[in-house]
């Protein structure tokens, strides 16, 4: 009985718990208070960025527009369309794990989720959950609008949908990561501006990369985001600078990678238990 009983406190010691291997229930509840968080604030979250993504898309065209002709045989304003959406979504993502945390720290109120009996993995799933479904929505809200408004095409929904979805899971990621970091809301800024705006901007968001220099097309192919707008351009128009399925490799990897990186700072509990 004594042997018996030592065997099972070595076993929750080891880390099994009483409710199973998966915390279904603390997963859910996660997840739910992320996508509620966002959704209180709809007209900030989802309203805004639509509008935003619509002005950009109508400076540039009435701009460049009618001067600028065909870009890989389509239109300008549906080359342009693709990389307006996906420079959208992750901004979202990035904001919605990002600030998470971070207003969670600020606040003190941190330790309220790292209670909860959640492993890392638990809880990088449930932050990155709300960052996928926050950028999922932008996106088919987005794309809806483009359709109604200059018929915008989806030639491969599927590729679009994956490069989408890894796109926000990536820079979600990402946003964990500066989350857990940054020491105060200037940090996070400096993130944002030093690191996810040239990321998104000089990934061939406006232009093809087929234009640039050669030193510059070399840099541009080191960028993960541009393999991620290109994806998302062959989803929505059919046409890309780069194979599609090697965009799907790189993304996949590059997502994998930050996503154990997260895993990594809430397992040792980096920034968050000190």
Known sequence: MEMAHD?????????????GRVNWLGLYTLTEREIRRFLAVWTQTLLA??????LFLTIFTLAIGPSRGDVMGVPFVHFLAPGILTMTVIQNAFANTSSSIMISKVQGNIVDTLMPPLSPGELVIGYLSGGAVR???VAVAI?????????????HPLFAIA?????????????????????KFDHMAA?????????????????????????????????PVFYLI????YGIIGRSDSAPLLGLCVMGGVTAVVVFIDWQFFKRGTNLKS
């Open 135 to 137: 950028g999922m929505i």
């Open 143 to 155: 794309w809806t609008v483009m359709a109604v408004f200059v018929s915008l095409p989806l030639a």
């Open 49 to 54: 960025p639509l509008v935003t993504a619509g």
């Open 163 to 183: 490069f989408v979805l890894l796109g926000a899971l990536f820079i979600g990621g990402l946003g964990i990561l500066a989350g857990i970091v940054s020491q």
């Open 230 to 233: 290109d994806g998302v351009r």
């Open 191 to 223: 993130i944002t501006n030093f690191i996810i705006t040239p990321l998104s901007f000089l990934s061939g968001t406006f232009y093809s990369v087929e234009t640039l220099p050669q030193w510059f097309k070399t840099l541009t192919h080191m960028n």
């Open 7 to 19: 065997k099972l406190q070595g076993e929750t010691q080891m880390g099994v718990r009483r409710f």
